[in-house]
């Protein structure tokens, strides 16, 4: 069976993502892992985790006893996401492929068993099913667990932007935080000062399952 086009061209993607977008995402993860709040000992799940960029602020937030878990469902982000755990020596990282499905969190669910914290990093403008990807994560999460979606928004796109949108096979228009505000208890949606280069504004939603 071929690729998706999204998940083949990610495989490509994977071979220069850290070295175009790291610095530039850096402070976005930060204040992504200040809104998630994962404590020692949680299971936090990267939906869409990449190459693992946010690796090393996840496992460091939930300790030894705590859980990573990074799903993707490029094989070329996931064997850079591989090898960075190798390299740190994580012993509380694990990756989770999902080949040529959906992010859906549900042939996982027994598998991923207690999931306290769900974070979707440049994800949710990405996958084409988002809405039905995000509501089963949701479903997924345990009683007072909390998502966070970190992504950029931008309602009327010009050409750079669009070249953005191209470069990433990604819907910046997508107001994905409302549908996040629908389905929680708690919620709180913040804009972060972000770069040109970005194509928008970054924004962090975050909402807790009652």
Not at 127 to 143: G, N, T
Not at 152 to 175: D, F, K, M, S
């Amino acid at each position: 069976m071929s690729k998706a086009p999204s998940t083949a061209w990610y495989d490509v993607f994977s071979t220069f993502y850290d070295t175009a977008l790291d610095a530039t995402y850096r402070p976005h993860r930060e204040a992504a892992l200040a809104a998630l709040a994962p404590e020692p000992g949680m299971t936090v799940v990267d939906v869409g985790c990449g190459t693992g960029a946010s690796f090393s602020l996840l496992a460091g937030a939930v300790g030894a006893q705590g859980r990573v878990v990074g799903v993707d469902a490029s094989a070329g982000m996931l064997a850079k996401a591989r090898r960075r755990v190798e390299r740190h020596g994580w012993q509380n990282v694990e990756l989770l492929s999902v080949g040529e499905g959906s992010l859906s969190s549900q042939p996982w669910a027994a598998q991923l068993g207690r999931v306290d914290r769900v974070q979707c990093f440049l994800t949710m403008s990405v996958i084409p099913d988002w809405e039905r990807v995000l509501s089963e994560w949701l479903d997924a999460l345990a009683p007072g667990g909390r998502l966070v979606i970190a992504d950029v928004y931008n309602a009327e796109p010009g050409p750079y932007a669009r070249l953005v949108e191209l470069t990433a096979r990604a819907q910046i228009r997508r107001r994905r935080w409302e549908l996040l505000h629908a389905r929680t208890s708690s919620f709180d949606l913040s804009w972060q000062k972000s770069s040109w280069s970005l194509g928008g504004q970054f924004f962090i939603a975050r909402g807790d399952r009652a």
